[in-house]
T-cell receptor, first 114, second 116 residues
């Protein structure tokens, strides 16, 4: 069955430090992969997506993610975090069930230390 | 650019009351979704509509009904609210079809519902 795992419920990072958020998926075919961000009290915004081509994808706000088929992973990275990056981050995989749907991870809450 | 608009943004209900959450999108998308978000549980799909005139159950449909009124609007109704339905509800829309479409979802800002 298709699934998405985000192993870290919370991550705390100092401002200016680098960040990596983990995402592992289970899907039989070539996946469409997404990272969304949710700021406190807001809806979800797309950060980046992968569906083919270059396995390193660039997104908004200085984020990037790398698709590794051998590891079934799509980890999100940022070289230097800012206090405004404090939010919850969701990984999702596009999958065909009865219709095309997104399968969601449980989310990782990013806390920024000053 | 309105995108996806949800109303109301906040609502407090008493157990047994009914209400309807409204959602409208102006992107001419075929598919629309209702999710609920609870702490530590991510997003759970309640109902979705792949196209105008069709609706299907998601993971957690019990206690809810939906109506796809037209291509723009997709409403979620709680007929008899229960405290377990206290949650944040998100509507989303999605373009489907076409070789370049990757199924990105566009979300509303959420409706925060408390059932006492």
């Amino acid at each position: 069955a298709q699934s998405v795992t985000q192993p870290d419920i919370h991550i705390t990072v100092s401002e200016g430090a680098s960040l990596e958020l983990r995402c592992n998926y289970s899907y039989g075919a070539t996946p469409y992969l997404f990272w969304y961000v949710q700021s406190p009290g807001q809806g979800l915004q797309l950060l980046l997506k992968y569906f083919s081509g270059d396995t390193l994808v660039q997104g908004i706000k200085g984020f990037e993610a790398e698709f590794k088929r051998s590891q079934s992973s799509f980890n999100l990275r940022k070289p230097s975090v800012h206090w405004s990056d404090a939010a919850e981050y969701f990984c999702a995989v596009g999958a065909w069930k009865r219709n095309y749907q997104l399968i969601w991870g449980a989310g990782t809450k990013l806390i920024i230390k000053p | 650019n309105a995108g996806v608009t949800q109303t109301p943004k906040f609502q407090v209900l008493k157990t047994g009351q009914s209400m309807t959450l409204q959602c409208a999108q102006d992107m001419n998308h075929n598919s629309m979704y209702w999710y609920r978000q609870d702490p530590g549980m991510g997003l759970r799909l309640i109902y979705y509509s792949a196209s105008e005139g069709t609706t299907d159950k998601g993971e957690v449909p019990n206690g809810y009904n939906v109506s796809r009124l037209n291509k723009r609007e997709f409403s979620l109704r709680l007929e008899s609210a229960a405290p377990s339905q206290t949650s944040v509800y998100f509507c989303a829309s999605q373009a489907t079809g076409g070789l370049s479409n990757t199924g990105e979802l566009f979300f509303g800002e959420g409706s925060r519902l408390t059932v006492l």
